[in-house]
Structures are given as C-alpha cells and as structure tokens.
C-alpha cells in the first residue's frame, strides 16, 4: 500500500526527498532545483530575518494564550515534513476533487499520491487527531508561481488552530455551541455553519479578531491602518481575511475562520469549536525590514544576514541594499607581533584603511597557539566586494597584497 520505501538508494523509477524514496508516475513535476529547497529550513536559522519574524509571532501567541501559571497554552510544530499526501493537503480539509488548487500547474506533485504542501493548513487534521487543542504549523510551502521581486515557489506560513469547549467558552450553562439536530454540511443564512450557535460563533469570531489584530500591531505598531474582508476558504465558515495598509497599499497577510465542525468530527474531535488562520512569513518581512525583493530570503550573501544579526527581536531593523557585484573571499594567516598587544580591532583598522571600502566583512577564522613556542597565529577572512564593479581575483589580490605588507609594519610574520 505504501508508495514509498524508507532509506534505500532510490531506484530509476523513484526520487528521493529527505531520506524517503518515492515512486514517480505520471503526475511528478517536482523539480531537482525545488527538491534542492527541501531541508534548508531558512526560518529556523537563528538570524535569518524570516526566522526573527517566526519568533515575534510565537511569543506573541506564547504571550496570549497562557495557563494559570503563567504557561503557554499553544504547542508549536515547526520541523513537519514538507512532503504530504493529496488527503492530507486537500480531502480532510474538504476541498473538492475539482479544485482548481489541485492541479498540476499550481502544485508540485511528487506522485499522484504525493505533492510538496502548498499550505501549512496541511499538518491540521494529524494534530486534531493526536489531541491537540491549541497548536501552531510552521514551515516552508511549494506553490507553481512566477518568479518575481513579490513571488517565489517556495515561501513560509505559519498556521493556528485553537479549540474550545463549551465551558471555556462560555460563563453561563444555559449557553451552548451547537444547534440541536442541525446538519454540519449546511450554512445558515447568517453566513455561520448551520450547526453552531450564534453567540458560540460571535465569541470565537471575537476572540479570533482580537488576537489577530493585536498581532498586527505588535508587530507594526499601534497605528497600523487594517481592514477584514470576508472571503471564501473550503476549511473555514465564516472566513476572513486580515489587510494591513503598508507604503499606500492594502496588504493582505493572513486568512482565517471558524474551523468547518466536519473536520473536527471527521478527526473525532467533538463537543468543540475552533478558529484558525494561516499567515505568510515573507510578506510581513519584505515590509517590516523593507527588503525589495523576495529571493533575497534565500541569499547566502553575508552582506545581507549580517544585517539580521541582532540579540533583541524586537529591535527595528532596516535593510540598506547591498551591492549588486559578487563578493570574494581571501584568507590572511599570520603570526602575531611578539610584543604582544596586537588585538583584532588592531587587524580591522588596518584593513579597513589600506583596504577602503573594498573590504565589506572581516572574520577571525583560527586563533592558535603554538603548544612549545607559544607563539600566536590568527587566520582572517576577509570579503571582498565593489560596489560599482565585479572584482577579479587580481583585482582584489593587489589589496590583499597590500594589507599583508601593512601587518608586517607592526611586526606581524604572514604564513
Ligand atoms: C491559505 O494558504 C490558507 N491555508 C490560510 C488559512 C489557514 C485560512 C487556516 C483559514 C484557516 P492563502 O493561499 O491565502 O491561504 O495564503 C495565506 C497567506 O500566505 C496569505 O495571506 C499570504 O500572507 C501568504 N501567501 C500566499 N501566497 C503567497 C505568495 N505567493 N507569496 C507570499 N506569500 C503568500
Ligand atoms: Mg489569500
């Protein structure tokens, strides 16, 4: 029954994603350089700017929802796999056979049996199953899409589900959620599925708003301008979803609704109501640090993670472009004068001076000690960059050059 086999080298017939090999058919489209995509887990990089944002998110929830002493009340799933089957990304979240969300030219399918989640709204049903009341998705989604300043085929949610009982919902007993007798398939015409209780409805609606808001002005201020536009999600009844007004221009961040009763029941959760939203990472970045263009995300470019560097997450940080031109690397070995008051602050001063503006970054990458002399080396990489031009490798030896006679000067002996 399986399609795939764990572990073995994947056959001709078979790719291999995160350690599971999966037979093809007629329905792969998944690509080598989206597969290359899998695992990279950028938002769980410490500094990466989509991984500040994950944690301003995450204590905000932490910080909402908390039991008596003090305790969050949400659970945070943030290492699910990516790879999903069709029922996990669209049966048990209702979405019809017909849906145009399933074809091919929008997901990236594995199999016919197997495709990349297109939204973290995937993992909900697995988690219901498990018990869970109050939990939160985090990963990286696959969506078929142009490439972009605004778009990229692989962005980052983060999805929320929270559930309720009566009790907790309500102060009274006379109160309860459900309409007797009424069936979970149908809509009444107040918009609300058939089978919840008005005021069970409003309250949830209430309480999901409120959070939603108070996320957005946590993290672009009290002032923020928002608006909720009612929309249509096949998992959600009623749905919303939240815009935010950012440089001129209505911006919508998340979607979110009462949770359909159906899922709940069909993952034999009962006696509940639940909300949920899904948000994307990207969107909230790009406008919070001002970053112009989504592939940025993905840079290796240390010019651009350095800015990200911060031991406060909170703090406003603004991204100043970096240049265009690739950067060079040179590593500068040497062993330290003998008079012993050479510092690495003593090292980045020269550098920079003999270097100009040349030098964008300087790392100490070895600090030894010679066990019988004990003598002292330090190795520094130095990152080279123009800002108007691609450098050659003479270009950027001639400075080099250059900085090793200026470390002789105070007595250092390059290796
Ligand atoms: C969804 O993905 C739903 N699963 C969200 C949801 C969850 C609704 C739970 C109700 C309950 P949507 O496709 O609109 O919905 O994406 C949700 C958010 O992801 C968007 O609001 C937006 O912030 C972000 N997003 C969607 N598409 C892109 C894209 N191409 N690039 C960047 N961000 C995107
Ligand atoms: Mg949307």
């Known amino acids: 029954l399986r399609s795939f086999t764990s572990q073995s080298k994947p056959q001709l017939n078979e790719i291999s994603l995160l350690g599971q090999n999966f037979a093809r058919d007629d329905y792969t489209n998944i690509t080598d350089k989206i597969c290359s995509y899998l695992g990279m887990n950028i938002y769980l990089d410490q500094n990466h700017p989509l991984s500040l944002v994950r944690q301003r998110i995450v204590n905000y929830v932490y910080k909402t929802f908390t039991k008596s002493r003090g305790n969050p009340v949400f659970s945070v799933f943030d290492r699910l796999s990516p790879v999903v089957s069709t029922n996990q990304n669209f049966d048990s979240l209702l979405i019809p056979k017909d849906h145009p969300s399933r074809s091919k030219s929008d997901?990236?399918?594995v199999n016919r049996d197997y495709l990349l989640r297109a939204h973290m709204t995937a993992h909900q049903n697995e988690l219901l199953r498990a018990g869970l009341n109050n939990f939160l998705m985090i990963g990286d989604v696959y969506r078929r899409d142009e490439i972009d300043r605004t778009h990229f085929p692989v962005f980052h949610q983060i999805d929320a589900v929270r559930l309720k009982t009566k009790d907790e919902l309500f102060e009274t007993k006379a109160l309860?959620?459900?309409?007797?007798?009424?069936?979970?398939?149908?809509?009444?015409?107040?918009?609300?599925q058939a089978c919840h209780s008005l005021e069970a409805v409003k309250l949830m609606e209430y309480e999901l708003?409120?959070?939603?808001v108070g996320l957005a002005k946590t993290l672009f201020g009290d002032e923020i301008q928002y608006r909720w536009v009612d929309v249509y999600f096949p998992f959600t009844q009623p749905s919303w979803e939240l815009e935010v007004h950012y440089d001129n221009n209505w911006m919508e961040i998340l979607g979110c609704g009462i949770m359909q009763q159906r899922i709940l029941s069909n993952a034999g959760v009962t006696e509940k109501i639940g909300w949920a939203f899904g948000l994307g990472l990207e969107r909230i970045a790009m406008c919070l640090y001002q970053i112009p263009d989504i592939r940025l995300f993905w840079s290796k470019d240390t010019g651009f993670l350095n800015q990200f560097k911060t031991?406060?997450?909170?703090?406003?940080?603004?991204?100043?472009?970096?240049?265009?031109?690739?950067?060079?690397?040179n590593d500068l070995s040497f062993w330290l004068?003998?008079?012993?008051?050479?510092?690495?602050?003593?090292?980045?001063?020269?550098?920079?001076?003999?270097?100009?503006?040349?030098?964008?970054?300087?790392?100490?990458?070895?600090?030894?000690?010679?066990?019988?002399?004990?003598?002292r080396s330090h190795c520094y990489r130095i990152t080279y960059r123009h800002m108007e031009k691609t450098l050659t490798q003479a270009d950027v030896n001639l400075v080099h050059k250059k900085i090793e006679e200026a470390v002789k000067n105070v007595g250092a002996v390059v290796r």
């Open 107 to 109: 997901c990236y399918y």
């Open 176 to 192: 309860s959620i459900f309409e007797e007798g009424a069936n979970e398939a149908f809509t009444s015409d107040q918009g609300k």
């Open 209 to 212: 708003k409120e959070t939603l």
């Open 311 to 329: 031991a406060d997450i909170n703090s406003k940080i603004t991204y100043i472009p970096v240049s265009q031109y690739p950067q060079c690397k």
């Open 337 to 375: 004068p003998e008079n012993g008051d050479f510092s690495s602050n003593d090292f980045y001063d020269i550098a920079r001076s003999v270097g100009e503006d040349l030098v964008e970054q300087i790392e100490l990458v070895d600090d030894f000690k010679h066990p019988k002399t004990g003598k």
